[in-house]
């Protein structure tokens, strides 16, 4: 079967600047599909594209086999969109940000009424539709722009950071709604974050960073790849440090922020031959499972968190 | 049937926004109470007053559609405009709500200073009232599609007001809202290319159709040169959104 999404070569600019550079990707039916980067990593650029609320430049985007640069309305018609700052009004109420939203999409009537009940269901918003939007917390506001998202019957929603501004708890509560929409309905879903606790709960992740691909994959397999555990060392000069493991114990290390970083298979068997040679250089040493961070790392050389402010 | 589904439902998101919010109502009623309580009792002379009122009118109008026009901008930025424009609808549609929302509004905002058309000689005639509402309506849609056009070209909500006013505010007083003809060539001409002249002329002619205005248009004129504005600056206004629409409303 043909991809759900097919994007190829997708690159675009602001002015000079460019914020995708060939970008490649498919997205299957029934996953959810994350983008991972820091912020400017073209993350957000992609999303207004596949929006359509940009115009694509070079490149080619076929969303149901339909290309998105011809068949904008027809595409529009059937993908639902939960952009990153709120899209209701919250001078009105929760009902009636679903109803003008429907008829936007053409739908009125019972078939609208029975539609907003519906999704008010889904969303655990039933007992709240007749309150003013501003009223909700930010967490519920999320969960009306899902269910306004959700009222076309879209087959394909896409989401711009849904969970910024929310505390954990609420983030959680919303991934809950993301998945189970996966599963009882195979909804496809397209999410970019900036949280790695979101993209690990994604099927596939693109991990962006600099307008360029640098991963993509399941999770648990870019976690893989680095493959065992990573150790972490700070130490006082950590310059001299990694210049003396290379030297005497052959061990090549990645110099992540202030940290000395270690990626090998059985990384955890180094513990004790580098604490026995250099303890008094390293201030601290962990060892741990390797994270998305990581994968970042090891194929940016950068932090993750560095880019983030 | 989108078409119409679309503008109906931005239109009545305008009215809505209105009356959900009371100091809007305020601010609406407390300009009319305003406007008569200085001008009625500051200008000398009944002639004066029955003269200057359909400018008030206009004037009413005119601030309400500023207010309306200026949203836009403001629902930029709060990103409704986003969603709005990923829609499966034309652009035209979203504009065409937009503005009759605005348009209804000012018009409503400027029929409120109708209370007082009693102290200025006014009595009701039913073809010359739907003559004044009919003018009023149009004025208002003018104004709201300019300002729309405008809003949806400046990026910041002060430039746009500092654009309005400067634009509008001259335009107001070379209407006849103030005086009836100017001895300046270019001032003439002025009045007679700006739609304010028309929306006034049309207000006047509702209010007092039987007095002696010679030097001002006639109730037709004035409805078919403000519908060749209205349609003109619809379509400008179209056209700008389509063009730059969706990339502007982030």
Known sequence: MAPLLEVQNLSYQYGSRKALQGLTFSVEKGEIFGFLGPNGGGKSTTFKILSTLYPTQPGQIKVFGLDLAQNTIAIRRRMGIVFQLPALDKKLKVRENLVHQGHLYGLSGKELQSRIDRDLERVGLKDRQKDK????????????????????????????????????????????????????????????????????????????DQGQKVALGKPEDLKAEIGGEVLRLRAKEPALLAAQLMEKMNIKTQMVGELLQIEQPKAYQLVTPIMETFSDQILSLTLGLPTLEDVFIHKTGRRFAEDKE | MTFLLTVYTLWQRELVRFYRVPSRWFGAVG??????????????????????????????????????????????????????????????????????????????????????????????????????LASLFLISFVVTAMGFWLAWTVESSPGFHAIMNMVLLPMWMASGAVFAVSSSPWLRAFMAVNPFTYGVAGVRRGLFPTANLDQVPTLQTSLLVLLGFAVFFYILSSFVVEKTGDKKST
């Not at chain 2, 930029?76 to 969603?83: H, P, V, Y």
């Not at chain 2, 007082?116 to 006014?122: C, D, K, R, S």
């Open chain 1, 133 to 208: 939007v501003e009223k909700l917390s930010g967490g519920l506001q999320r969960r009306v722009e899902l269910a306004k998202a959700l009222l076309n019957n879209p087959e394909l929603v896409i989401l711009d950071e849904p969970s910024t501004g929310l505390d954990p708890a609420a983030r959680k509560e919303f991934w809950g709604h993301l998945e189970n929409l996966r599963e009882s309905q195979g909804m496809t879903v397209l999410v970019t974050t900036h949280y790695l606790e979101e993209a690990d709960r994604c099927n596939r992740l693109l991990i962006l």
């Open chain 2, 31 to 132: 300009t009319a109470l305003l406007f008569w309580a200085v001008l009625g009792n500051g200008i000398a002379g009944d002639n004066y007053r029955a003269y200057f009122f359909p400018g008030t009118i206009v004037m009413s109008m005119m601030f309400s559609c500023i207010f309306a026009t200026a949203s836009i901008i403001e629902d930029r930025q709060a990103g409704f405009l986003q969603s709005v424009m990923v829609a499966p609808v034309s652009r035209a549609a979203i504009v065409m709500g937009k503005i009759l929302g605005g348009a209804t509004l000012a018009t409503f905002q400027g029929l409120l200073i109708m209370v007082f058309a009693a102290t200025v000689g006014w009595t009701f005639e039913f073809w010359a009232f739907l003559g004044l």
